[in-house]
């Protein structure tokens, strides 16, 4: 009787979650579910720390550090160099960077 009670507490389990699974997969993607999905495929074969960079920039919703990132890549740097260069090249394409200061 005690496996009887277990096997239906485990059966009653799986078909809630899958349930939940159903209703989760038919739902419309949000904004950022999009997003992520057009990074995912711009982001091609790329691997490790470059995909990663490469997804956090194209996530940022900053067109200035993709540009960065691409020039960046262009010039073949990497690692710290590849960070600073990004970093100064986001910094200075800012609206903040451009306004006079007091």
Same mark, same amino acid.
């Given at each position: 009787? =005690?496996?009887?009670?277990?096997?239906? /507490?485990?059966?009653?389990? @799986? +078909? !809630?979650?899958?349930?939940? %699974? *159903?209703?989760?997969?038919?739902?419309?993607?949000?904004?950022?579910?999009?997003?992520?999905?057009?990074?995912?495929?711009?982001?091609?074969? =790329?691997?490790?720390?470059?995909?990663? /960079?490469?997804?956090?920039? @194209? +996530? !940022?919703?900053?067109?200035? %550090? *993709?540009?960065?990132?691409?020039?960046?890549?262009?010039?073949?740097?990497?690692?710290?160099?590849?960070?600073?260069?990004?970093?100064?090249?986001?910094?200075?394409?800012?609206?903040? /960077?451009?306004?006079?200061?007091?």
């Amino acid at each position: 009787m =005690k496996y009887l009670m277990t096997v239906l /507490a485990l059966s009653v389990a @799986c +078909l !809630s979650t899958s349930a939940f %699974a *159903a209703d989760a997969a038919s739902a419309p993607m949000s904004k950022q579910q999009s997003k992520m999905g057009e990074c995912n495929k711009e982001a091609g074969d =790329k691997k490790g720390d470059e995909r990663k /960079a490469f997804m956090k920039t @194209c +996530l !940022s919703n900053n067109p200035a %550090a *993709a540009e960065c990132d691409k020039s960046a890549a262009e010039k073949k740097l990497a690692g710290a160099a590849k960070n600073s260069y990004v970093k100064k090249c986001i910094a200075d394409a800012s609206p903040a /960077a451009s306004a006079p200061k007091k």
